[in-house]
């Protein structure tokens, strides 16, 4: 395999390979393009027009979605999958991946759409480094961007995979995009109501891409994700690179929900009045107590079919500390 396959051990080594360009027999060009990041070309009269950005590893301590990469990556190197699509491969946060930890003092994905500029320290750096080398992947005009943004979770789920879909005022969410996802084995998605500053939130709102955050189930160490099945994933991953999808994708009985409302922990005081080993989508009824925070705050469930995603007191303060979403239906998709 060429070397240049190897972008994980690279990575996890924290080595720059001797040769930054290969060809495969092909003449697939494979090109590092920093820590990290390979940016992998069709021959040009294979290309089909489609620009798809891979990224996983934005928290160091989700290794499924690396590994999923990886595998991806091999079989690119080894002439086995034969892209039309040009790919650009990021694992996100390479300094949490060697440590296995979430990060190491800010979280990356929290760091987009100008607030690494706020900011400082190598996570700051990091960012600011992922969106160049996105707003460069996507300057070529008129092709097809797509932004898939691979994690696992910190808790247990009621519905295991699923995707958060981006906002941006004026844009609307795109029922074939959610098809797409739907054979990808994606049983639900969460439609954003408001701009964000996570990683696909600034592919989605300022570079203009399709842009999904896939959680892909529990987050645990390399080498013990036997438990996430993610065939269906790595199959339609596949044929968006070689550019074979099958038509007639259909929704499925995909489950949507719209995201009513962000928790933000506004300081230390802030508690949150649930089990610690709740799962993501868990129902909560009106009127519950949720949360309290400083100066009397209380955020009280207001909506009915609530459910809590993503619950965590531990987050530093100003950031969301779960998300409230309800159900919604397919008839504002475009
Ligand atoms: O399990 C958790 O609490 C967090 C899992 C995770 O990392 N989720 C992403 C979602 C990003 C988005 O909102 O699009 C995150 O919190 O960064
Ligand atoms: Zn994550």
Not at 135 to 152: I, K
Not at 319 to 326: H, M
């Given at each position: 395999m060429l070397a240049l396959g190897k972008l994980l051990e690279?990575?996890?080594?924290?080595?720059?390979?001797?040769?930054?360009?290969?060809?495969?027999?092909?003449?697939?060009?494979?090109?590092?393009?920093?820590?990290g990041a390979l940016e992998v070309r069709p021959p040009e009269a294979r290309d089909n027009g489609m620009d798809l950005l891979l990224s996983a590893g934005i928290h160091g301590n989700e290794t499924a979605p690396i590994e999923l990469l990886d595998e991806l990556l091999h079989g690119i190197a080894r002439g086995e999958i034969k892209p039309r699509a040009r790919i650009l491969f990021l694992f996100g946060n390479p300094e949490a991946i060697r440590k296995g930890e979430r990060y190491l003092d800010q979280d990356v994905n929290r760091l987009f759409n100008g607030r690494h500029e706020l900011s400082s320290g190598?996570?700051?750096?990091?960012?600011?480094?992922?969106?160049?080398?996105?707003?460069?992947?996507?300057?070529?005009?008129?092709?097809?961007?797509?932004?898939?943004?691979?994690?696992?979770?910190?808790r247990g789920s009621k519905i295991e995979q699923f995707a958060l879909y981006p906002y941006k005022e004026g844009r609307q969410h795109s029922r074939r995009e959610l098809e797409r996802l739907s054979a990808a084995g994606m049983e639900a998605v969460l439609l954003q109501?408001?701009?964000?500053?996570?990683?696909?939130?600034?592919?989605?709102?300022t570079l203009d891409a399709e842009a999904?955050?896939?959680?892909?189930?529990?987050?645990?160490p390399f080498g013990q994700n036997e438990q996430i099945k993610l065939d269906k994933l790595e199959m339609r991953l596949r044929q968006i690179i070689e550019g074979n999808?099958?038509?007639?994708?259909?929704?499925?009985?995909m489950q949507l929900f719209s995201v009513a409302r962000e928790i933000i922990k506004h300081?230390?005081?802030?508690?949150?009045?649930?089990?610690?080993?709740?799962?993501?989508?868990?129902?909560?009824?009106?009127?519950?107590?949720?949360?309290?925070d400083l100066a009397q705050t209380r955020w009280i469930v207001e909506e009915e079919g609530a459910r809590i995603i993503f619950p965590n007191p531990k987050v530093k303060n100003g950031?969301?500390?779960?998300?409230?979403?309800?159900p919604t239906t397919a008839e504002q998709l475009g």
């Open positions: 690279l990575t996890l080594a924290g080595r720059e390979p001797a040769e930054k360009t290969q060809l495969t027999v092909e003449g697939v060009r494979m090109r590092w393009m920093g820590e190598s996570e700051a750096l990091r960012a600011c480094e992922l969106e160049r080398l996105a707003t460069t992947f996507f300057s070529v005009p008129e092709r097809t961007r797509l932004h898939y943004d691979l994690h696992t979770a910190i109501s408001k701009p964000s500053i996570t990683f696909t939130a600034f592919t989605y709102e999904f955050t896939l959680e892909l189930g529990k987050a645990r999808e099958p038509e007639g994708d259909q929704l499925d009985g300081s230390d005081s802030f508690h949150l009045h649930l089990p610690a080993d709740i799962e993501n989508f868990s129902e909560l009824s009106k009127g519950y107590l949720l949360a309290e950031l969301r500390a779960g998300i409230l979403i309800v």
